[in-house]
């Protein structure tokens, strides 16, 4: 056979294996119609959209978490304009995601497929976008910061990698537009500082190819594109004023930092209860996976000179991802940790090819970029974050990319005589039949996707798949809401199981952060601060599990019943 014809019959080997991984792609696509959450989506959404309702960004929103939701504005502004609602708003956010995700993945594959065979580059970004973080479908805080820190380090792994002098001003433009990523990112993310940091440090002090001048000036231009943000953010903040900002707010100081109702977002005073929990709190997701992970180390390096040494790897690692999946499937985390527990293969893999492949120099360029940075993310967040270790996943989750380009490296130095491109897809699409798996197993706030069955045919969660009840509900209460307020309703505060209210209306919220009401000196202290006592009140009927006795009297003192409308009581000041 000729070497065209055999390289036509190699293609046509793997064509089945691309068109299955396309269905997949879809069936992960479709799963964000699938499920609404009540709780922390509508709550970003909210978070953004409230700013375009009438609340001062920085100023009249008292909560860390706007910075990051604010990225949202512009296309939440764009939708409300175009449809004059916001029908349809949560699926809308969605449909930005995914969007998004597919544009973010194929830039990665762009950048990848440069120094990287194009399977492996292809295979690496497919399992990590189908890994959906939380199992939420739109972009929220912890998204963006994701976004934005692939966007510069992927930037800068490009400039650094393949740097001469004849391409230094496009490496200069690279670091530049990844100085504006990281700048965003940490504006999403404010603790990120710690990973801008060090890349700043990687464009100083690693060496590759390139001169003392040439890193010098990439850490200049990374310097300035983060600059450039910092510039257009404190035009905003002295075209509003500084002492205006909410940090600043004497109500906020009083009630301490705590009061936006995410405790802990910057503070350090739990620090070592909170590296305690992170190592005996995910044991558990990796205990059983680990004995499976050491087994695959040691056959790589027991099994030197067995030739099925690649296949016996490659099927233990697999079982061991399996039984992480298995344990952790009921888990909304789940994909992040199975993508956690990937990124553990990183270095073993490159200490066995760093000699034997032409691509030493660029794992470990993509080594010291993507998979440190992934693993000083993920202390980031679980040093910060309110949910302290289960957040650690989130960071690191990005290490699992490099993961993948090296296994294909291994598979191709291999003896198998099955090709080895089709045995890597073979491989990557059990990988991506587990993400499938994990993200229709389960949901954020708990009804199984398999359980849903009927559309939502009006209101903010329009469009979306969920259960019979939740179709009926929101058929109802949007329309029992408007039939209350008049046009000289003005405000709305809403209960911390109700937040979806805030969406159906254009009324302002009258709330220091959409979590109201949980600090009810605070609250008080806001409504004498802006807007007065709300015009509409909206509490769920099991609103007196988590609400403060005081507010919940302050309640009955000065609003009347409006109306109760499947499960939600509607107040009316009196």
């Not at 909210?46 to 100023?59: D, K, M, P």
């Not at 502004?77 to 995700?101: A, Y």
């Not at 360029?365 to 989130?394: E, H, P, Q, R």
Request: charged content about 15%; glycine content about 4%.
């Amino acid at each position: 056979m000729s070497e065209p014809d055999a390289i036509k019959t190699s293609k046509n080997k793997y064509l089945p294996i691309l068109i299955i991984n396309a269905v997949l792609i879809l069936a992960v696509i479709f799963r964000a119609f699938l499920c609404i959450s009540v709780m922390d989506e509508v709550f970003n959404i909210g978070q953004a959209l409230r700013s375009l309702q009438g609340n001062t960004f920085l100023v009249e929103n008292w909560d860390y978490f706007q910075t990051g939701d604010s990225f949202l504005i512009p296309f939440i502004f764009v939708f409300t304009r175009i449809t004059g609602s916001t029908e349809g708003i949560v699926l809308f956010s969605r449909i930005v995601f995914i969007v998004l995700q597919l544009l973010l993945a194929t830039f990665l594959y762009k950048i990848l497929s440069r120094f990287f065979d194009r399977i492996s580059s292809l295979f690496a970004v497919i399992i990590y976008s189908t890994a959906v973080s939380f199992l939420l479908f739109y972009m929220w805080y912890d998204n963006w910061e994701l976004f934005f820190r692939l966007i510069g380090l992927f930037l800068v792994f490009c400039a650094i990698t393949p740097f001469d002098q004849k391409n230094a001003k496009k490496a200069y433009l690279m670091v530049f537009i990844a100085g504006i990523a990281h700048a965003c990112m940490v504006f999403a993310y404010p603790t990120m500082i710690v990973l801008y940091v060090y890349v700043l440090a990687i464009l100083f002090f690693y060496r590759r190819k390139q001169s003392a001048k040439a890193h010098n000036l990439m850490a200049l231009f990374y310097i300035l594109g983060s600059a450039l943000v910092f510039a257009v953010f404190m035009l905003y903040v002295l075209k509003i004023g500084i002492s205006n900002l909410f940090i600043f707010n004497n109500a906020m100081a009083e009630a301490g930092l705590s009061s936006t109702g995410r405790e802990g977002f910057f503070s350090f005073a739990s620090m070592i209860e909170k590296i305690i929990a992170l190592f005996s709190e995910n044991i558990v997701f990796y205990m059983f996976p680990m004995v499976f992970f050491a087994v695959s180390i040691l056959i790589l390096y027991v099994f030197r000179k067995n030739k099925h040494r690649i296949i016996m790897f490659s099927v233990v690692m697999l079982t061991g991802c399996i039984v992480h999946v298995l344990m952790t499937v009921f888990r909304t985390d789940c994909l992040n940790t199975l993508m956690t527990y990937l990124s553990l293969y990183t270095i073993p893999l490159y200490l066995l090819v760093r000699k034997k492949t032409d691509k030493g120099r660029q794992f470990k360029d993509l080594i010291m970029i993507m998979w440190v940075t992934s693993y000083i993310a993920g202390f980031v967040y679980s040093m910060t974050a309110l949910n302290g270790a289960i957040k650690f996943s989130a960071g690191t989750r990005t290490g699992a990319i490099v993961t993948i380009l090296l296994l294909f490296e291994v598979i191709k130095m291999s003896e198998m005589k099955l090709d080895r491109k089709t045995a890597f897809g073979i491989l990557a699409s059990v990988m991506v039949v587990m993400n499938v798996f994990a993200v229709y197993s389960f949901s954020f706030d708990g009804l199984k996707p398999y359980e849903c069955s009927a559309m939502i045919k009006s209101g903010i969660f329009k469009g979306i798949i969920d259960s019979p009840e939740s179709s009926r509900r929101y058929s109802v209460v949007e329309k029992d809401l408007a039939e209350v307020i008049t046009d000289s309703d003005k405000t709305i505060a809403c209960g911390p199981f109700a937040m979806e209210f805030y969406l159906m209306t254009d009324l302002t919220p009258d709330a220091a952060n959409l979590w109201d009401p949980n600090n009810t000196e605070l609250t008080f202290q806001y409504y004498k601060t802006y807007y007065g006592e709300p015009d509409i009140i909206v509490l769920h009927d099991s609103a007196g599990d988590i609400t403060t006795p005081e507010f919940l009297e302050f309640v009955e003192e000065n609003y009347e019943f409006a109306k109760y409308t499947d499960g939600f009581i509607i107040y009316r000041h009196k």
